[in-house]
C-alpha cells in the first residue's frame, strides 16, 4: 500500500501527515471486503491486485478531497468501475433457482426469523463453511444477487450508498436481497451437503427445531 498511497498524493508525493487515518487502520478495516468482492465478482485471478490497488489508490485520492467520504463504500465502487471497465466483471444473466424451502424458511413474526445473520438451517453447531465453500456459493448468484449480498450483507453499506454503487433503486434493493439470501444458503447448504455425503432427514430437521 505504501506504493498506493505515494501514488494517490496529489504529485505523486507522500501524503501529508495528519491528513488520513494511518494506511495500516485503513487496510484493517476494509480490505478484506475489497478481496473478498474481487474474488467473488471478479473474472480470472490474475492483475486482482492490481485492481485493488487501484481502488485504494483512487480511495485515498476521493480522501484527500473529501475526508468525509465513506472508504468502503469509495472502495467496493472503484473496484466493481475497474472490473467493469476492464470487461472482468462476472455478470450472469439470469434468475437463481427458485427454492421448495417453507421448512425453514420462516414467517416475519417468528422468533428465528432474519437467520441469514445468525444462523444458517440444518447445519450441526460444529459445522462451519470453509472460505471457498463460501465463494462457491456466491459465485453461484446471478449478478445483481451477488452484488447486493456483499455491500449490503458481508460489507454492511447502507440502502442509498448501494444504490449510488449500483444504481439499483432503494425500492428495488428488498426483493433482490430477500431472493439472493435464500438461494445463498441454499446452495451453501448444497455445498455442506455434497461435503458429507448426505442431506439431513425429514426428523433430523424436525430435531433441530426445523431450522
Avoid at 468482492?37 to 480470472?44: F, P, Q, S, W
Avoid at 463504500?73 to 437463481?96: M, N, V
Wanted: charged share 25%; aromatic share 6%; hydrophobic share 40%.
Amino acid at each position: 500500500m505504501n506504493d498506493a498511497s505515494r501514488r494517490a498524493a496529489p504529485g505523486g508525493g507522500d501524503i501529508p501527515a495528519g491528513k488520513l487515518p494511518a494506511v495500516g487502520s485503513l487496510l484493517a478495516a476494509h480490505h478484506g471486503c475489497a478481496v473478498l468482492l474481487t474474488e467473488a465478482v471478479g473474472i480470472g485471478t490474475t492483475g486482482m491486485d492490481a485492481v485493488i490497488e487501484s481502488a485504494w489508490s483512487d480511495t485515498i485520492c476521493t480522501l484527500l478531497v473529501d475526508p468525509g467520504t465513506p472508504v468502503r463504500a469509495s472502495l467496493l465502487g472503484a473496484i466493481l468501475r475497474r472490473l467493469r471497465a476492464d470487461g472482468r466483471l462476472d455478470e450472469p444473466e439470469g434468475a437463481a433457482s427458485v427454492f421448495s424451502a417453507d421448512h425453514f424458511f420462516l414467517p416475519p413474526d417468528d422468533r428465528w426469523a432474519g437467520w441469514w445473520d445468525v444462523d444458517v438451517p440444518f447445519w450441526p453447531a460444529e459445522r462451519t463453511p470453509a472460505g471457498d465453500q463460501v465463494l462457491s456459493a456466491v459465485r453461484r448468484l446471478p449478478g445483481d444477487q451477488r452484488i447486493l449480498l456483499l455491500l449490503r450483507d458481508a460489507a454492511r453499506l447502507s440502502v442509498d450508498q448501494t444504490s449510488e454503487i449500483t444504481g439499483l433503486e432503494p425500492e428495488n434493493q428488498g426483493k433482490i436481497l430477500d431472493d439472493a439470501r435464500r438461494a445463498y444458503v441454499e446452495y451453501l447448504d448444497q455445498e455442506l451437503q455434497a461435503e458429507s455425503g448426505k442431506a439431513p432427514a425429514d426428523g433430523e430437521r424436525e430435531n433441530m427445531g426445523g431450522r
